[in-house]
């Protein structure tokens, strides 16, 4: 799982570069659209951290770079703010296809603008979270003042923004004029969620004001204190990340936690479609068990073999610090590590035979602290005394019963 590169098609049959991010430790319960900036692209670092903070939250965001922009085919040029409402809707067709309708829909800047175009759009959207975004697309233009005349005039100009130069055509200028942003808003009726920070100095507060107001319930708004337009602090995107994904799961459907009930001190609970994804109730605890890609798991937990080396190696640090403590020793850390494997047992005498091979642990032991030589031996010999070492040693039962 994790970060995926995409392709997909707009719909002038171009190819558009996106990165697909999924969590790491579950399937996605919603799909997230993500529109950038003018100008950006999907790897601006601000959208990377939202998007990280949204899989965390067990969301999937697919963000791509509009046409004519980062590895997206096509000239900037010869697009305009229309054409990239329409590359959303491709991308939400990309995601229906393939994975899921997206149900949220997030853009920065004029990306917000038109996040909410967008989203009127496709049917599968439930909620929009907008950052920084406009009142209007024409309010672009102010970026472009000093070359206003002479697109007008010419036709085109050549404008440099932050640092990069783009070609801007009139027809860029006269889509923006023909598209009414508080109106669309207005007959959105989707859950609307606006976050705009009061020291913008690109893209100015009122905005979010004007757009709060056109909106109809279910509206909110968050106000990102001290946060630049481009929300070059992580710790602003970060957050910016976590209130849409608590925000959102009021507006989109998610599928109940399943509850695991046991009189047991464990539980394990696996349905049948899903592989090897493994639900568990561990003491007062839940967790997901699972088997690695390569054994066509999903990795979305530990295998039951690094679940069993872990109660090892908890039980190893606990009891050797148990130890020390009543010594009185000066050990201010013990880190165990270990591993699991089946290898030929020592001294065997029929090494070449595959039925000779054992269960095998490795256990490393770093301590520190200011331990002479004798006492770090002693240590040693106690690390073999742990109740969870001692159990792997000695004969075991394991009684069954259907209940």
Same mark, same amino acid.
């Given at each position: ?35 950038? &900036? ?108 000093? +070359? ?50 009061? @020291?913008? @100095? ?14 109809? !319930? ?54 049948? +479609? ?100 004798? @006492? ?9 005394? &742990? ?5 792997? !040693?000695?004969?075991? @039962? ?6």
């Amino acid at each position: 799982m994790g970060l995926q590169k995409v392709t997909f098609n707009n719909k002038e049959g171009q190819t558009l570069a996106g990165r697909l991010e999924l969590p790491v430790d579950q399937h996605p319960h919603n799909f997230v659209l993500f529109a950038h &900036c003018f100008t950006c692209t999907k790897n601006l670092l601000a959208v990377a951290h939202i998007s990280r903070a949204l899989t965390s939250k067990g969301f999937g965001v697919l963000r791509f770079d509009f046409t004519g922009l980062g590895e997206s085919e096509g000239d900037f040029e010869n697009t305009n703010f229309s054409g990239n409402v329409q590359d959303l809707v491709a991308a939400a067709d990309y995601l229906k296809g393939n994975y899921k309708a997206p149900t949220l829909i997030i853009g920065h800047s004029l990306g917000g603008a038109a996040s909410i175009f967008a989203a009127a759009e496709i049917a599968s959207v439930k909620a929009v979270a907008t950052v920084g975004a406009p009142s209007s697309p024409a309010h672009v233009k102010h970026l472009l003042r000093s +070359e206003l005349d002479e697109i007008t005039s010419t036709g085109k100009a050549t404008v440099n923004l932050s640092g990069r130069d783009f070609t801007i055509k009139k027809q860029f200028l006269d889509d923006l004029e023909t598209k009414s942003l508080t109106s669309t808003v207005k007959n959105l009726r989707k859950a609307l969620l606006i976050l705009h920070s009061p @020291q913008d @100095q690109i893209v100015g507060i009122q905005n979010a004001e004007e757009l709060y107001v056109a909106a109809h !319930h279910p509206k909110s708004f968050i106000s990102l204190d001290g946060a630049d337009h481009l929300l070059s602090n992580k710790n602003d995107s970060m957050y910016v990340g976590e209130v849409i994904a608590g925000w959102a799961t009021r507006y989109v459907d998610m599928a109940p936690r399943e509850s695991l009930t046991t009189q047991h001190q464990v539980m394990a609970s696996l349905d049948a +479609e899903d592989g090897f994804t493994t639900s568990m109730k561990v003491g007062n605890h839940f967790m997901t068990a699972d088997e690695p890609i390569s054994y066509g798991g999903n990795d979305f937990g530990p295998s039951p073999y690094e679940l069993v080396s872990a109660g090892l190696s908890a039980c190893t640090a606990m009891t050797i610090q148990m130890y020390v403590k009543r010594k009185g020793w000066p050990l201010t850390n013990v880190e165990v590590h270990t591993s699991y494997e089946k290898t030929h047992a020592v001294d065997c005498e029929n090494c070449e035979n595959e039925g000779t091979k054992i269960d095998t642990f490795y256990r490393e032991i770093q301590l520190t602290g200011d331990l002479d030589g004798q @006492q770090k031996t002693r240590i040693l010999e106690i690390a073999d005394k &742990c109740p969870v070492h001692k159990t792997l !040693h000695s004969k075991t @039962q394991v009684i069954n019963k259907l209940i």
